[in-house]
């Protein structure tokens, strides 16, 4: 009896959804306490009666469309789940998040947010410039040879992958049509660029700060994390498994921050401590400024290389891979020092270890790309060479490939071969742990060489889009197989908004001042390149301006550039409105939390 029951019931639940519209129907359904399949199951048999309904009324026509919405969604709704699954970071993103922590995790978040970053570069650049220029590109006689792809060198010299190749005439391939003007497409594309990343870096800082710094109660309420994170949709036993597993990680997390412990240490060892810390400190450092010297003397050797005359071109380009070879090497085994000095000093939490090998490790690579930066801008630029651009571009191009080689051996030496000691040669050594900082801020270098290096080489956003893609894969494996969990869970809430922090400074503007400086105050090459003939970069854009002066409808933009761009007033209001509107924000974001910190402890008592 209760069978048949059950039956009418759901009978009876078909028949009245039936008879509603469908915006009603889907708010009845959405209010309905019954797992996704469930529904599922009576959205069809709703759609079935509808159908039976429209026969008996001889509603042919609309039964017809009727039936092609629904297979129209069901099309989409296959289609979009297809899509969802093809994401190559969308299930492993979760697996490494139940398996290792929010730590490790937010590594490889940070690395498909820079890919991401790339991406969109990529098409800017190669939509604005690159295009433009095939209708007016001239055939390459250089023949490909196949060092090219390692030296950047050779056949590609002539290619659009440098700034020497493009054109500085107006494009027009119909006679008294529309131009375009490859001078302005060129400037501007790069600083519309640089500002949308600006504004980006920027806003993601804002809201990561606001999530992770001013709602830090709210961010660890483990009884709503516990009682209210649970997803009733979920009914695959492998993904259960998995929501089971991440959810455990991040509840140990969060009682690992509640109930970590302020050790007492005797007057001895804090005084033990501090002079680990301090001789820890001052290794480092010295260590990053012998490497910088050592770049700075090999930099000063490396322009005369270039112009020696060699008997054979196989030890021209060889010659071209000192300099990018030493710099990688320099980054990849120095920052392994750096986190052996982290063990030696024995930090009480793991963050404060990956947070001061962070700074090391980005006290050591800027400080070598301030020096290339000097190289480039200082010796490069006035040297002899008839395209000092491509020059540039040639040497960011194979920084970036070698520094991607180095990364994936870096991986097979710093984790396989680490894994294979441990397990077999000395045991007690045991699996080794991700390294955080030092992955890290191999990505942070790599996107600071790629920003560098967009003025001179447009394309290089599209290699290093491929590089950080297959750097994922290679680390998600390596990972998985290689290392282990972390011996010390903890939670980690703060720690992307610190990687995005670090990659707007020093690294974004510092970027800003170099790309600065070449456009405003140095000359480019006389033979190549879009601006060649011009006393600077930026001159292409006053002679715009003058231009525009003759036009009455254009009046407006020149007085934008006149009394906004170009007034140094203006942006000094800007710079002052922002500073007030930081301090009001700092203000408010120090009340809320003096009033959490009452209301929790009323709360209490």
Known sequence: FCFLHGIDAVEDLVGSLAS?????????MQRMPETMRKKREIRNKVLKEITKKSRHRGAQCTQCLQGAAVSFRRFGNTLSEHF??????HKTLKIIGAEFGTSVLSYFVFLKWLLNFN???????????????????EPNNLSFMGLELLTGAGYFQQTVLYYGSYTNATISKVENGASYNMQLAYIFTVGTYFVICFLILLFSMARLFSRNFVNLQALSVNTSKLLCTWDFNITNEKA????QKNLLTQIKESLTELNKEVQNFSVMERVVRIATH??????SLATAVAA???????????LKLFMKGYSNDLQRQSAMLVLPVIVSLLNTLIPFFFSWLGHLENFQTPGQHIYVTIIRNIILKISIVGILCYYWLNIVATSESQCWETLVGQDIYRLVLVDFIFCLLGSFFGEFLRRIIGTTVCVSLGLPEFDIGRNVLDLIYAQTLTWIGILFSPLLPGIQMIAFLIVFFVKKVSLMRNCQPPCKV????????SFIFLLFCPSFLGVLSVTGVTVWRLKPSEECGPFRGLPSMYAAVAEWIQMLESYTAWKWVVWIY????????????ISTFVLVVTYLYWQIIQARRTMTKLLHNQIIN
């Open 20 to 28: 509603m519209s469908n915006k009603e129907r889907i708010k009845a």
């Open 84 to 89: 969802h699954q093809l994401r190559p970071w």
């Open 119 to 137: 991406i969109f570069s990529f098409l800017i650049n190669f939509g604005f410039i690159t295009i433009p220029q095939f209708l007016a590109a």
């Open 240 to 243: 259960v498994k998995l929501q």
């Open 278 to 283: 301090l001789i820890a400190w001052v290794a």
């Open 292 to 302: 910088c010297a050592g770049v700075y003397f090999l930099s000063i050797n490396n």
């Open 490 to 497: 903890w939670r980690t809430a703060q720690m992307m908004t």
């Open 562 to 573: 006149h009394n906004l761009i170009s007034s140094e007033l203006f942006f000094f209001i």
